[in-house]
């Protein structure tokens, strides 16, 4: 199994930052992805990196403003979020999976509690 333990999430004013962690243990994997679902809709991708290729990929809502990066020696995938705007209020969860990078729900494996962020206006 695959342990992920999300923290950083809080509440921000529309144009601050945060950075979440997203602490890994357990067995090896391949790929690390974000993912938020905001009240009442249902969750999607966010950004995700290949832990060994560092390939990494962003949701279009996201690109530009958000950075995904990993500390090997932690075990922990960052995800640095800039320009926040109201829209990107969300519980966001980090997830794993044995394959390359994917930017679908359904092929992450391991998800992790999630990280309440509030980005008021």
């Known amino acids: 199994q695959v342990q992920l333990v999300e923290s950083g999430g809080g509440l921000v004013q529309a144009g601050g930052s945060l950075r979440l962690s997203c602490a890994v243990s357990?067995?090896?994997?391949?790929?690390l992805g974000w993912f938020r679902q905001a009240p009442g809709k249902e969750r999607e991708f966010v950004a995700a990196i290949n832990w060994n290729t560092d390939t990494i990929r962003y949701a279009d809502s996201v690109r530009g403003r958000f950075t995904i990066s990993r500390d090997n020696a932690e075990n922990t995938v960052y995800l640095q979020m800039n320009r926040l705007s109201p829209e990107d209020t969300a519980d966001y969860y980090c997830?794993?999976?044995?394959?390359?990078?994917?930017?679908?729900?359904?092929?992450?494996?391991?998800w992790g509690q999630g990280t309440q962020v509030t980005v008021s206006s």
């Open positions: 357990g067995r090896p994997f391949r790929s």
């Open positions: 997830a794993s999976r044995d394959g390359v990078t994917s930017p679908y729900e359904i092929d992450y494996k391991y």
